[in-house]
Each structure stands twice: as structure tokens, then as C-alpha cells.
């Protein structure tokens, strides 16, 4: 779809083109423009059921159609997103691929790891100062996982105590490498 784009606004700006060529090329790039709105009012919606559903429902449009895929709760809350998206004006026809897993993260869950990965990081770079730029914190119901290099063991050693000894911390996975 992109090398559409590229070749519509190649076909406007080179002079050359005739009407009908230059006409057929602005509709391509109306209607890229018109998937791209119509992706983020399905957003919208997605968002105001549960905020949580940005982070597990990807969604992709294409002329009009939108396709949605990921993981939710439950079959209602499967539901409720397949409404919110029929209800946007502009949808032609909705494509769910949404697997139902009881076990997905709720929204406060989600915001717990956030908030723990932050936490830890400002705890890290308060040990290392600036190597803490290249080590990568997320954090899954408070496993927390360091990846990235670091200069030293002695570095990766004091990041790795800095993130157990963090509240909220249950757990550390140690995926840094020191560089050579």
C-alpha cells in the first residue's frame, strides 16, 4: 500500500502525467489519508471501552475496512470493540481477529508495569548514571527484565541489584551484555 502512495505523489508532482493519471493519483492519497483518520477514531473508541485495549488490539484499515487482532479479556469485551468499531463513520466492514484470553492484562495491570519499568529505570540510572541510557527496563507483573549492554560486569552487577532491591520488584531477568 505504501508503494501506492509513493507512486501518487510521485504522478502529482511530476508535470508530465495526464489529468486522468494526476486525478487517480490524489484519490489514492485521499483515501491513505481517509484509513489513516479512520484507524485512529477506531482507536478512540477502542480506548474509551478500556484504555488497556491500545496495548493488546492492533488495528489496521484499508479502504474502509478494518481489520482488528489481539488478545481481550472476554467475549463481551470482544464484542463491545467490534461494536465501538462498526459505529465509526466511514467503516465498511470489520475484520475481527481478537483471540479471547481470560488471562490478558486489565488496564491497571498494565499501568502497574509501566510504572514499575519507570521506577526501576530512575533507580538505575541513579546507580550508573548514563550507562543507564542503553539498558532497557520493561516489567511483566513486577518480573522485571534488564536487556542492553554495558560496559562493565561491574555495571551490569550494580544495575541488577539496583533493580531487585526496588520495590514492587517479585523478580529480574538479566538479559545484559558487556561489551568487549
Not at 7 to 17: D, K, N, R, Y
Not at 44 to 67: F, I, N, R, W, Y
Not at 135 to 143: C, F, K
Request: positive net charge.
Amino acid at each position: 500500500m505504501k508503494s501506492l502512495y509513493i507512486v501518487a505523489v510521485f504522478a502529482l508532482v511530476l508535470g508530465g502525467c495526464s489529468k486522468s493519471d494526476q486525478d487517480q493519483a490524489q484519490r489514492a492519497i485521499e483515501r491513505g489519508a481517509g484509513d489513516v483518520w479512520l484507524c485512529t477514531q477506531v482507536r478512540g473508541a477502542a480506548t474509551a471501552l478500556d484504555p488497556a485495549t491500545v496495548s493488546l488490539v492492533k488495528v489496521e484499515c484499508t479502504a474502509g475496512v478494518v481489520t482488528m487482532s489481539g488478545q481481550v479479556r472476554s467475549a463481551q469485551e470482544r464484542e463491545q470493540l467490534i461494536a465501538a468499531a462498526r459505529k465509526v463513520d466511514g467503516v465498511k466492514a470489520v475484520h475481527a481477529q481478537i483471540v479471547i484470553n481470560p488471562k490478558a492484562p486489565t488496564g491497571n495491570e498494565i499501568a502497574d508495569d509501566v510504572s514499575l519499568a519507570a521506577k526501576v529505570r530512575v533507580a538505575i540510572a541513579g546507580q550508573t548514571g548514563v550507562n543507564a541510557l542503553k539498558i532497557d527496563v520493561s516489567s511483566h507483573r513486577g518480573v522485571v527484565t534488564l536487556a542492553g549492554d554495558v560496559p562493565s560486569r561491574a555495571i551490569e552487577s550494580v544495575a541488577v541489584d539496583t533493580a531487585r532491591t526496588t520495590s514492587g520488584v517479585k523478580g529480574v531477568v538479566d538479559k545484559l551484555h558487556v561489551q568487549r
